[in-house]
């Protein structure tokens, strides 16, 4: 197996808890999926940011990327990075796996835990690939190579999972040790790094006053 193109199908890898046979930090992983399409259509020139709202600049994209592209294109208004990360992010994982699937880099089996609740088990075809990847992407995010070596699509796939705090890169007193290298790697793509850690500390915050 060869790594998919697309960064949200990365991210999407990057998620999958492979001895769970499950994605961690379902909650926030369709912010990383949304922000990876805007990433990566931020890196190819796509869309760029003006006075912090998106703005349309042309060029095509395949994946979930151009499903935001067309969205971008058929709204009537510029908006704000944030409104592109959140809205529907649910969605966006069910395109991503499904693409996956499709591609049968992925398998998904439907079974209930406990005999009970439904679950998916997610096992990856091509485990040393997989292995591969994420041994790159946790070395790019807390490495000590020079940030300005790393290509610029893992560099976005370390900020973004970190965003998103998604434990299987880094845990939480890596990400804390890594802060200042994690920023310069995302630099590049700032506006949906910011986007995304808007979206995760609103739910968090929605939670606590929720229990409250």
Not at 42 to 65: C, F, P, Y
């Amino acid at each position: 197996m060869s790594l998919p193109d697309e960064l949200p199908e990365r991210i999407y890898l990057l998620a999958v808890d492979r001895g769970k046979r499950r994605l961690v930090a379902r909650d926030r992983i369709g912010y990383a999926l949304r922000g990876a399409a805007l990433a990566q259509l931020l890196l190819a020139g796509a869309i760029r940011d003006d006075s912090g709202r998106v703005e349309l600049v042309g060029g095509g994209a395949t994946g979930l990327a151009g499903v935001l592209r067309d969205e971008i294109a058929a709204d009537t208004r510029p908006r704000r990075w944030r409104h592109w990360v959140h809205a529907r992010a649910r969605r966006a994982r069910t395109e991503v796996r499904d693409r996956l699937e499709a591609a049968r880099i992925i398998t998904v089996t439907k079974d209930r835990a406990l005999g009970l609740f439904p679950v998916e088990r997610i096992d990856v075809r091509d485990v040393l690939t997989f292995q591969r990847y994420g041994a790159t992407i946790r070395s790019v995010a807390g490495g000590s190579a020079p940030t300005a070596r790393v290509d610029p699509s893992d560099a976005a796939a370390a900020a973004i999972t970190v965003a998103a705090e998604l434990g299987t890169v880094l845990n939480w007193g890596d990400r804390r040790r890594n802060k200042a290298r994690i920023e310069t790697l995302g630099a590049e793509i700032a506006p949906v790094v910011t986007a995304i850690r808007q979206c995760v500390r609103s739910d968090r915050a929605a939670r606590a006053s929720a229990s409250g």
